[in-house]
């Protein structure tokens, strides 16, 4: 009997269609398993920003810096607006639901709504952050084609720009 070498194959060890199906169901799960973590990495965030200002000394209430002599009415009036006389887990939810809905409260200093503010301060940011990013675009690929063109000669081939060009291209908790 004469076995077919194809078949036989080291314990452990995917066979070449195996593989390639293996392959293709890891490409396919990527972008779940990606918005899955982007997911649990944000409501993780959104729950140690509740919870950290809930259990430092002091409430937005009791550290009313604008109105140092605030009267046991006002403060009191204050908590119940702001939910802070209820249980935390009663707290925390009204604290997600408010975020889904896009309710990001009221600005102390300002009087107005926070999602009001952020608008106005993104509409100066997303120009920054555009114009930054298109130079160093820009700056990259004229540097890479300069690189690239003149290849072994003295800029590219000098102990600093070898050194610079593999300590940058490390991970950051490696260099």
């Known amino acids: 009997m004469v076995q077919d070498p194809v078949r036989e194959r080291a314990p452990g060890r995917l066979s070449q269609g195996a593989a390639g199906r293996a392959t293709d169901r890891a490409r396919h799960r990527l972008p779940d398993q990606t918005g899955i973590f982007a997911l649990v990495t944000v409501y993780v965030a959104i729950t140690i920003n509740f919870f950290l200002f809930r259990v430092l000394p002091g409430t937005a209430v009791t550290d009313l810096s604008r109105v140092p002599h605030a009267s046991p009415q006002l403060k009191h009036a204050l908590t119940v607006e702001f939910g802070l006389d209820k249980p935390k887990w009663e707290q925390y939810l009204i604290y997600l639901k408010n975020l889904l809905h896009g309710n990001m409260g009221i600005s102390f200093a300002y009087q107005q709504p926070v ?7 993104l509409k100066n940011t ?18 890479g084609v300069l690189s ?12 600093p720009t070898r050194r610079s060009s593999s300590t940058r291209s490390r991970p950051s908790g490696w260099a």
Do not use: E, N
Not at 115 to 121: G, N, T
Not at 130 to 135: I, K, P, S
Not at 148 to 159: D, Y
């Open 126 to 143: 997303i120009p920054m952050v555009t114009v930054g990013t298109v130079a160093a675009i820009v700056i990259g690929i004229i540097t």
């Open 115 to 121: 999602s009001h503010l952020l608008i106005q301060d």
């Open 148 to 159: 690239a063109w003149r290849r072994g000669r003295p800029p590219t081939t000098s102990a």
